[in-house]
């Protein structure tokens, strides 16, 4: 589990094949805090994707993609020298400064624009119907892992609101339109979708439910 509030970005060191999937290896020296070395076997959020480490070589890590991963995420388009964005996982007790967020990309979306909008900038992504359904204005969604709120929403697209600091510190800030992001809904609002049996409620449906008059 983690929370979306990326700890650092990781340059990539290769992808290569590994049967039906691939290993990354992922360079990133201010990942592990002192004393606090990465271990074998924990997870690792990578541009959103939960991964586990495989290997630690020094200031990089290694992490096995499964061919599933490969297919719903935008992993396999990474090449030497791209940044991805880094998260190890959440402790319990730990600050929940974000959401939660489980590492299990939903889908990959597309940056449609990015314009200023004060000291602030505003994000479009293009997204599924399903997603935008699953999607609420004023809640949660993690896009390349990092945890952000949806500021206005359509039909096949939503948008977010990002200061500065996020867009540098993170790989928001070099995703150019048209660039491709993996996207994670928020967890909560997926189990209670699941629970309801359907992907929306209608207004009609709140109020019979005493949620709304």
Not at 32 to 52: K, N
Not at 82 to 103: I, N, Q, W
Not at 159 to 168: F, K, Y
């Amino acid at each position: 589990m983690f929370t979306g509030l990326v700890q650092c970005m990781g340059e990539v060191l290769g992808l290569r094949p590994r049967g039906s999937g691939a290993v990354l290896a992922v360079r990133a020296p201010r990942l592990a805090a002192p004393g606090d070395p990465l271990a074998l076997g924990e997870s690792v959020a990578t541009d959103g994707a939960c991964l586990s480490v495989t290997a630690v070589r020094g200031d990089a890590f290694e992490a096995e993609v499964l061919e599933e991963t490969l297919r719903c995420t935008m992993l396999g388009d990474l090449r030497p020298g791209d940044r991805v964005d880094l998260e190890r996982a959440l402790r319990v007790g730990d600050r929940l400064g974000g959401h939660l967020v489980s590492g299990h990309v939903d889908e990959v979306g597309r940056l449609l624009a990015k314009r200023p909008e004060g000291a602030d900038f505003r994000l479009r992504f293009a997204c599924s119907p399903a997603f935008a359904r699953g999607t609420v204005r004023k809640g949660s969604v993690a896009v390349a892992g990092v945890s952000l709120t949806v500021a206005a929403l359509g039909g096949d697209w939503f948008e977010v609101a990002a200061i500065p600091t996020t867009l540098r510190e993170t790989v928001l800030g070099a995703l150019p339109v048209g660039g491709r992001a993996n996207l994670e809904a928020d967890l909560i609002g997926a189990y209670v979708r699941r629970a309801l049996g359907r992907d929306s409620l209608s207004l009609e449906q709140l109020i019979a439910a005493g949620f709304a008059d």
